[in-house]
Structure formats: structure tokens, C-alpha cells
């Protein structure tokens, strides 16, 4: 019977499930097999299981008669006796059954009916544990590494799986390691949920930012919008609801603090912080940073559609590598963005929408400028 305690404390802890929650499904499922070995004597059957005292016991109650028992729910006197020396005509008495008696099958339902209960217990207890955390940031940590990439990753004892393309472009997760991973959805609800999580989404930056930033947090200073590469680049426009809060300031934060630890957990992730603007030629040019812009032109609002002019020499900055800064302010302000520089000697041309098509001529290599040599000091960070 030791056993049975064991297997049963190894299952409530492989399960991660309460050790009374489990007996009580043990019972229930013994219950259902003593009822086919005795269908008379459904409401006459009891089952103590006692985890303290290593007790595991089936009784069936019988009422005391003088005459022969018309069922197993009846005992003669003389046999009753037997059980309890103090057994009286119209009490009863506890008959303990012998379990093995039930038989393989009896067994065998037993067993099936507690996978049963224990699949239901376990679906009800990740609904309940992560209901609530849909779209919301938790702290994992990285159990498992696979050849591939794919990770395990464990939250209060749940085993999550973070697929390769699910993270940071470039990270290498280590065994032991603590991340950050945002939860995408909770699947199958209705059978056996499956947690999605992912560190390459944007709303990965977004929930960063509100567990760094108390501004952002408690509503004063506002994320209007996000744009990201995993790995390489984000764009984050911020706006402050109170005027004497500088939004931009109180990302970054004293020393840098704030937006440090953002960009640390990120893997050294550029994060560009664009201050944004109602104003819809304001926030386009700003969202071209780390470029400078002379002129932005709104061809379209209904076709969300704008020319913006820049420098010569800013040109390949605020395109960027393989078109990536111009793609981001796309993304990030809505608008299909043509740039055109000051002085079109070359008849050079870029359009940019936030559907990442992108069509460009590489600048004359006289104007080129890399991206560290221009970014400013107050909106541009990177470790």
C-alpha cells in the first residue's frame, strides 16, 4: 500500500495538482469500479483514503437482519457478529472489501476514469492560471534547448514551448536562463490549452515598457504606436497626457536606467523613442529618425500617402540597411512613404509602405552615412 501513496504523491506532483483534489478523483473512480462488482449497492459504498496514515480502504455498509439477506445490502445477525461483537438487529455494519477482488477490468476503469478526471483538472487549472495573462508579459525559465533552437521554458511549474521563430532573431538561449516571453493566445481551450508565447512580437516592447516605465504605467505618458524587426530595430512613438512630463525623458529615464534594462533584455536591440504628434507631417519626419527631413508632403490623407524630402547626405540613413528605417516609419506612422533627396541629381526615388514594399537605387556612395554617426543622443539607444 506504500506504493499507492507514492505513485499517487508522484502524480499529484507530475500533474501539479493538489494532493486532496487528487484523492477525492481517486475515490470517485474506485467508487465507479466497486459498483459494477456490486450494482445493488451504490449508496452503500464508501472509500477512506488516508495520505497521513497509508490507509486506503473500501467498506460496504449493510443493515443487520435476523432472517436470510435478500442482497449483498443485508447481513444475517450471526454473520454480522462476526464484524462487530455489538451489532443489533435494523443497525448496520462495514463489510471491508477486498479492492483485488474487483478485477482487471474493474482496474483498468478505475484507471482510465482518473486520466479522465486528471485531464479535466489540469485544463480547468491552466484556463484559471492563465486566463488572465493572455496578451500580458511573464518570467520564464529556459529549462530545455533544443539542436534546432526551439526552447522549453517553465512558469510555476507549467512547461511552455518557445519556437525558434518565436525568438529574437540572433539570441542564443542557455539552460537556467531567466526571459521575458509575451503570451500570443490561449489555443484549444475546450480540450488541452496550449499556451502560446513568443519574445519577436512587438507587443513583447510594449509591455517592456510599462513594466520599466512608471509613466507609462499608471497612464501619464501614452504608447500611440509600435514598430519592430526582432533583433534589429524598434520604433516606439510616446506621448505625454501631462504637459510638464516629458514623455521621451521618462522613457529613457535617470542615467539612462529605464530604457537600459529594456534593451538589455532585448539583446542589444536598437529602440529609436519618436515623440508623436497630432500633427501628421510632424510625426512622419520624426519618425524617420535618426535622418534629418526638410520637408514632408501629405499627397493623401484617404490614401495614407506622403513625399518626404531629405538631405543628400541623409538620404541612405533615412532609408536605412535594406530599407529597414524607412520600413519602420512606415509601419509606425501608417502613412506609404516616398523619399526623395534635396537635390535629385540621380532622379533617386524610394517608396515605403507599411506592407514592406519596398523599391530604391543605392545612393551615390559619396553620400552615404552609417546609421551610429547620426543617431541622437536623446531618442536612439543601443547597448
Known sequence: MDNFFEALSSLGSEANVDIELLIEKVKSAMLKAARKAYPDSEENIRVDIDPETKTFDMFLIQTVVDDEPLDDNEVNIDVARTIDPNAYVGGTVEKRLDIAKFGRAAAQSAKQSIKGDLREINRERILNEFQDLENDLITCQVTQVEPGGAATVQYNKNELYLF????????????????????????????????????????????????????????????????????????????????????????????????????SELNGEKIDIIPYSEKSEEFIAKALAPATVLHVKILSEEERTCEITVPNNQLSLAIGNRGQNAKLAAKLTGYKIDIKPEFDIFKQATIVDSSEKTKAEAPSPTTEMTESETVPEESSVEE
Open 164 to 263: 525558434r521563430n518565436e525568438q529574437i532573431p540572433g539570441e542564443i538561449l542557455r539552460e537556467g536562463q531567466m526571459i521575458k516571453v509575451y503570451i500570443t493566445t490561449i489555443a484549444n481551450k475546450m480540450k488541452k490549452p496550449i499556451i502560446k508565447i513568443s519574445r519577436a512580437r512587438k507587443e513583447l516592447v510594449k509591455r517592456l515598457f510599462e513594466l520599466e516605465i512608471p509613466e507609462i504605467y499608471d497612464g501619464t505618458v501614452e504608447i500611440k504606436s509600435i514598430s519592430r524587426e526582432a533583433g534589429s530595430r524598434t520604433k516606439v512613438a510616446v506621448w505625454s497626457k501631462d504637459p510638464n512630463v516629458d514623455a521621451i525623458g521618462a522613457c529613457i529615464g535617470p542615467k539612462r536606467s529605464r530604457i537600459s534594462a529594456i534593451v
